[in-house]
């Protein structure tokens, strides 16, 4: 069983299109994050979501916007997408401030 | 604020040869600290952390870390690396300051000679 998947995989789009990436874990975690891994691998973290609470929103642009319709699902809304906005997208789980485990990753590229 | 760095940007070690990756860090307290691994198109992996306790921890794949507060360093250490320890490795800081994310190093990729 896979604890933390994210569907797609790989996304290609054009600009100013929407697109969302889906995140879900099953090990019963109480906060998710999402971090975004630039061209030259930097990770950073975008948000987190503790028991369906916005705690932290890093400067993203608000054309990102997470939902998170339970505990074990947060999903990444991207509206109005730019060049700027490929990357690699991680979603990750904890259970508070313990190990956070990640997902395999969403490939987005913009066109 | 707090940050990581890993100072070497490219590693390269002979197979079965010892291996240590730098990783130092800038927090006022005690950080609770990571080092996660990625192979080539793939998430990260979590090969050991440091809460409290003993310094020196052990982690998955043989490898272990030292957390010297002295130095603010968190290295991590093989004693023999396999062709197959070849990916990015990257250290990362929580600050334990409720769910706040994982700042992360910029990585390490380690290379493999035959």
């Known amino acids: 069983d896979t604890a933390v998947s994210q569907t797609p995989k790989y996304l290609v789009t054009q600009m100013g299109n929407d697109k969302s990436i889906k995140c879900e874990q099953n090990?019963?975690?109480?906060?998710m994050y999402w971090y975004k891994q630039d061209s030259k691998k930097f990770l950073k973290i975008m948000f987190s979501y503790n028991n369906k609470e916005l705690i932290i929103n890093e400067t993203v642009p608000n054309r990102f916007s997470p939902k998170s319709p339970d505990k074990a699902h947060l999903n990444l809304h991207i509206n109005s997408l730019e060049l700027g906005d490929s990357a690699v997208y991680f979603c990750a789980s904890s259970h508070r401030l313990d190990t956070q485990y990640f997902g395999p990753g969403t490939r987005l590229t913009v066109l | 604020a707090q940050s990581v760095t890993q100072p070497d940007i490219h590693i390269t070690v002979s197979e079965g040869a010892s291996l240590e990756l730098r990783c130092n860090y800038s927090y006022g307290a005690t950080p609770y600290l990571f080092w996660y691994v990625q192979s080539p198109g793939q998430g990260l992996q979590l090969l050991l952390k440091?809460?409290?306790?003993?310094?020196l921890v052990q982690g998955i794949k043989g490898f272990e870390a030292e957390f010297k507060r002295s130095q603010s360093s968190f290295n991590l250490r093989k004693p023999s690396v396999h062709w197959s320890d070849a990916a990015e490795y990257f250290c990362a800081l929580n600050s334990g300051g409720g769910a706040d994310g994982l700042t992360f190093g910029k990585g390490t990729h380690l290379i493999i000679q035959p």
């Open positions: 440091y809460f409290s306790g003993d310094t």
């Open positions: 090990l019963g975690h109480d906060t």
